[in-house]
């Protein structure tokens, strides 16, 4: 059995979350607390007493910005070599197999077409 390190601030919230009404009245303290800080954060920034300086900075806030409104932090692609697979599906379709089973699955559709 495999064991899962579950850090004691994460105890402490899940141990809240189970004993509160299904969470309710903590997670709105929590949306609360996130509200006043970001009020916060945006008081310091246009009083220059925070400053965004490095890019990495920038992203976070970014990325933030974009989890806030929904939208997804990360991207990733999927490439597919179409040739590749043209070329694999037509050396399937030449082998007898592909045959029997192409066969038999136009014998089963008719059959169903009948019967409708």
């Known amino acids: 059995m495999e064991q899962i390190y579950v850090s004691q601030t994460v105890q402490r919230i899940q141990k809240r979350l189970s004993h509160s009404d299904d969470g309710a009245a903590f997670k709105k303290s929590i949306k609360e607390a996130v509200t006043v800080g970001v009020d916060q ?24 910005g974009l989890l ?11 490439t597919t070599d179409i040739k590749i697979h043209e070329t694999q599906l037509e050396s399937i379709m030449k082998t007898p197999e592909f045959e ?8 089963q559709m008719n059959r169903e077409n009948e019967e409708n």
Do not use: C, W
């Open 68 to 78: 806030m409104y929904g939208e997804p932090t990360e991207r990733s692609e999927v």
């Open 41 to 64: 954060f945006i008081r310091h920034l246009q009083l220059g007493g925070t400053q965004v300086n490095t890019v990495t900075d920038f992203e976070k806030m970014v990325k933030l």
């Open 100 to 107: 029997v089973i192409k066969n038999r699955l136009a014998e």
